[in-house]
C-alpha cells in the first residue's frame, strides 16, 4: 500500500477533525485543553467562550480524563450532564510520543432519551395491565357474588317446590 506523504496525511487529518460528529478533546497531563474540534464546541455548548488552556473536567463535568492520566491507559465510559441535557460516551487514550491524551466524545444524548422513553412506555403499560387485572378480578369477585346469591335463592325456591310436593304426595 502506497504512503501518503505527510503533508497529505496532516491536511486529511485535520479535514477529518474539522467535520466528523464526534466531538474530539486533546489535553495536556494536567487535563488542560490543548485542541478541541467544531463538534465538541457544538456538542458541550461552549461557542462563546475560549477553551484553550481550561481544565476538561470544567466542560465534560468528569474526572474520566484523571482517570485515563492516572492509569496512564485507555479508558471508555459513558457519563451524562443533565444540566446540559447530553449524555455521551467517551473513549480516552494517550497519544504516543506525546504528553497528550485524546478523548472522542459521541453523542447519546438521543438514544438515552429513546431509552428513557421506552422504559417510562414499559412502566405504564405495566401500570395499566395491573390496573386493567385489578377491575378483572374485582369483575369475577362481583359475578361470583351474584351467581351465589342467585344459586342461593334456586335452592330456597326449589325446596320449597320440592316440600310442595312432598307434602301434597302424602
Known sequence: MKQLPKSQVDTHTSA???????GVLLVDKKTQIRFINPAFIK???CENEE??????????????FDRAIATGGSLMVKE?????????????FPIEGEDLYC????DISEEEKARKDFLDLKAQTLK???????RQM????EIARLLGETTA??????KKLMSLYEEEGQ
Do not use: W
Open 103 to 106: 478523548g472522542i466524545f459521541i
Open 51 to 64: 477553551l484553550s488552556g481550561r481544565l476538561a473536567k470544567d466542560f465534560v463535568h468528569s474526572d474520566c
Open 138 to 141: 374485582q369483575t369475577a369477585q
Open 43 to 45: 456538542m458541550f455548548q
Open 16 to 22: 477529518i477533525l474539522q467535520h466528523t460528529p464526534n
Open 80 to 92: 451524562s450532564i443533565p444540566e446540559h441535557g447530553i449524555s455521551f460516551r467517551v473513549g480516552i
Open 153 to 158: 335463592e334456586t335452592k330456597v325456591l326449589l
Open 128 to 134: 395499566r395491565a395491573q390496573e386493567v387485572i385489578s
